[in-house]
């Protein structure tokens, strides 16, 4: 059986990852120099594939340590410590002997247990952190990055995932300026910040009134260009001895606006409905079976939203520009013009459209065109 030659939904890596040489190369330069830098792109754009592949091209036996973050799970600041502490006492730690003393080292204060299952190998530690006590010992956990670098003698690039979270969590500011007045002062150790909600990234990287503006590099991931894209799936295909013309190829990730988990996506959908040779009326019922998939799904979206933040998202997707005319107004039921602004910040706080100067879009390009296929149904 051919291997499939398209991977979407994961982190890709190898040949499965498209492009982004520049980008590999301005965050590896990151890396190096120690810039702190937060990435920001809407959803599905390969934030974790690209910093996975910058990680790649580091050195593995002189270059940087790299500890891998993930926040998605934190509700407080008490988790995000605790995910700190492990995370970063898991990834610097070269073995089970050399964790317990990590844990020992930097972490006693917690009275933390290490245990090691059998016969899987992993390990388990545990402790809590009371971040209201007077007495709490988070600084110790924030400063642990720069001490572990200290004392392997190597520079440590730590990588957060989903680092919007902190901005959900009580009282906010302030934890973000505990974060940011900690990390400023290491020497040894460069922060890559990233998340799914470009909106939320933004506000916390961008707003200057932010505790975290001007924090490092702000890095603004930008679409994979329509050629790069065809020239990827015309070799893919190739690799796998099945063939697209460069023009379908075009077409199919024109499709769906060069979106890199949709235009993976439908590569390999059409792929899979084709023997030799992949022709337009393959990537068009591939487009198809997508949307029928995500039909209940974006039902259930646009069930949340309001009558009128349903008409503004049609309007878009219609292309109108004059979103506050009289026309649009009334074709939409948007209400008065001066209802147009509390509906842009409604839609982009739910991280559904992005908001360019006067230039606003639609993040999700299927969701678009179900929009625009079920207008009659969504009454608009």
């Not at 520049?22 to 910093?51: C, M, Y």
């Not at 709490?136 to 572990?148: E, F, G, K, V």
């Not at 329509?226 to 295909?237: Q, S």
Request: aromatic content about 10%; some cysteine.
């Amino acid at each position: 059986m051919k291997q499939v030659p398209f991977q979407y939904g994961k982190i890709v890596t190898g040949k499965d990852f498209t492009d982004r040489i520049d980008e590999t190369r301005h965050l590896r330069q990151n890396f190096l120099a120690l810039t702190n830098t937060a990435i920001i792109s809407p959803r599905r754009w390969g934030k974790s594939s690209l910093v996975e592949r910058a990680i790649e091209s580091l050195d593995q036996q002189n270059g940087p340590l790299v500890v891998r973050l993930n926040a998605f799970g934190c509700k407080t600041p008490a988790e995000f410590y605790s995910m700190l502490a492990k995370g970063t006492i898991r990834d610097m730690s070269t073995s089970f002997e050399n964790l317990v003393s990590n844990t020992k080292d930097f972490l006693s204060k917690l009275a933390p247990k290490v245990s090691l299952s059998e016969p899987a190998g992993q390990y388990e530690l545990t402790f809590s952190v009371d971040y209201t006590s007077k007495d709490s010992y988070t600084p110790d956990i924030l400063d642990l990055p720069q001490q572990l670098a200290e004392k392997r003698n190597r520079n440590v690039i730590v990588c957060i995932d989903e680092f919007q979270q902190v901005g959900e969590f009580k009282d906010s500011v302030s934890f973000q300026k505990t974060l940011r007045s900690a990390w400023q002062r290491h020497s040894r150790v460069a922060y890559c910040l990233y998340g799914s909600k470009r909106n939320m990234m933004t506000h916390i990287f961008a707003d200057y009134n932010s505790p975290f503006y001007k924090f490092g590099d702000l890095f603004f991931l930008p679409k994979i260009d329509n050629r790069l894209w065809a020239e990827y799936i015309v070799e893919r295909f190739q690799e796998s001895q099945k063939n697209i013309s460069n023009q379908t190829a075009s077409m199919l990730a024109a499709m769906v606006e060069n979106h890199p988990y949709y235009v993976q996506q439908l590569a390999q959908m059409s792929w899979f409905r084709c023997e030799d040779i992949c022709l337009e009326q393959h990537v068009c019922q591939a487009f198809d079976a997508i949307l029928d998939m995500l039909n209940m799904q974006f039902y259930v979206l646009a069930d949340s939203l309001t009558e009128r933040q349903i008409g503004f998202l049609m309007a878009i997707s219609n292309g109108e520009r004059n979103l506050s005319s009289d026309k649009v107004l009334r074709k939409y039921h948007l209400g008065p013009s001066s209802s147009i602004k509390a509906i842009k910040q409604a839609l982009e706080k739910k991280d559904l459209i992005d908001i360019s100067g006067k230039s606003v879009t639609i993040q999700d390009p299927m969701f678009k065109e179900w929009l625009k296929r079920n207008a009659k149904i969504l009454a608009v």
